[in-house]
């Protein structure tokens, strides 16, 4: 078997934000595998490669695909948005391995890293996570939601910032407001910075800075990334109508 | 004041892990400050560009530096390591900023992502990132211990996967095998996957996979990013001497 597999992410949306690295391993493939609108974003395929577009629920199909074709001596890569290792293909792709053909495992399976959404949120606000941090996905399409609010409280009682991934989607529209309910009640308070960075890189990005107290958390949908300050997390405002910058301070002093 | 402030960054070490925006940033700027080893990554100066190297113990001086110098109308970019805003360049801005001159907040600042270390020591040895983590920053220059240990307490709480930073230098020789400690103490298993991923994307890259209860800290240096499992991060043994892949599945089932 002389085929490859190499997980890579093309960062949130700002084309400019892929590695050199992936952009190699993208015109080096001659199958590259992935949610189609992700695919969209490569511009057309070389000569000789060809494109397999799937929908985003149908990752683990995708990763026994993609060790198949590499099985069969093909040079593949599968497709990620943001880094591929956060909430992404490179697990799906361990998982199908695990439960699939042994020879899979002598296969030469690389991931690459990229720009992550919380990275690029991050920078357009400031310095945000300029301090210990958590990420942790709302969806419950993969974890029991008690999972997801113990670790909300665990993040509370480490007064961690918290960056939350797929917050909302048309079939699960309540656990973005559940999510800012468990983090008052679990202490955080309603000055708390709270940041919905929506489409980060793209012609339609938007970004929405509130507070705990305040937030609105039908403003977010399927592409926004949200963070919500620490206790130490401030604004710093700025004169002619420019909007506040939000940091974390990196010292934290004794008590 | 038509000056500018862009605060990038580097990514672990690979140049082919360097986005194409900080690339164009660099080659735009008329003054260029960071950390000297980080300076010394960027090869020679084009004609006009002038560098200003610094000690690691200088974030404050170097963000003061760089916002008098974009008041004074130059094009200047300020450069860290992986991330500007993860442990980095970017809060130090922010802070020099606020306690500063006033006039320095209508500056042009801006922050923009890189590849922070994690991503691409996980990257390294699978997926261990596939679902929730925290990252946390031993050094307790900036921060209390105590603090340290409420977070590390936090995520063996939460059941995250763990990735620490400024795990080790000369002058803090004892903080990771601390942390160990109460990591173990705090309830996280002797079997859990650990790896050290050192110099990650440099010629001596060094890539130690462990476990809680095997791990030796004195393989850590300043170089080296800690990464330590949740309860469900395993190992995925692999034929003819390749190392096991590490990751971490999408899936928790309802216990």
Chains 1, 2 share one sequence.
């Not at 665990?154 to 989607?169: E, K, M, P, R």
Request: hydrophobic share 45%.
């Amino acid at each position: 078997m002389s085929g490859s597999l190499a997980v890579v992410g093309l960062g949130p949306g700002d084309p400019d934000w892929i590695t050199p690295e992936t952009t190699a391993i993208l015109a080096a493939a001659e199958e590259v595998l992935g949610y189609g609108p992700y695919l969209a974003r490569l511009g057309p395929p070389r000569d000789g490669q060809r494109r397999h577009a799937s929908d985003n629920r149908e990752e683990i199909a995708r990763a026994r695909h993609a060790l198949d074709l590499a099985a069969a001596g093909r040079r593949v890569a599968v497709v990620s948005g943001g880094d591929p290792g956060v909430f992404a293909m490179a697990s799906a792709v361990f998982e199908a391995m695990e439960d699939g053909d042994p020879a899979w495992r002598a296969l030469d399976v690389t991931v690459h890293p990229g720009v992550t959404a919380v990275l690029a949120a991050a920078a357009r606000v400031g310095a945000p996570l300029g301090h210990d941090f958590c990420v942790v996905s709302l969806s419950e399409n993969l974890k029991p939601w008690d999972l997801v609010l113990r670790r909300l409280d665990a993040a509370v009682a480490g007064d961690f910032v918290l960056a939350l991934y797929n917050v909302a989607s048309r079939a699960r529209p309540w656990q973005l407001g559940a999510a800012f309910d468990r983090l008052r009640q679990s202490g955080r308070t309603g000055g708390t910075p709270v940041v919905l960075a929506a489409a980060v890189g793209r012609a339609d990005e938007r970004i929405v800075r509130a507070t705990l107290a305040d937030v609105d958390p039908a403003m977010a949908d399927m592409r926004t990334l949200v963070l919500v300050g620490s206790s130490r997390t401030r604004c710093l405002a700025r004169p002619d109508g420019r909007p506040p910058f939000v940091y974390t301070p990196r010292r934290v002093d004794p008590e």
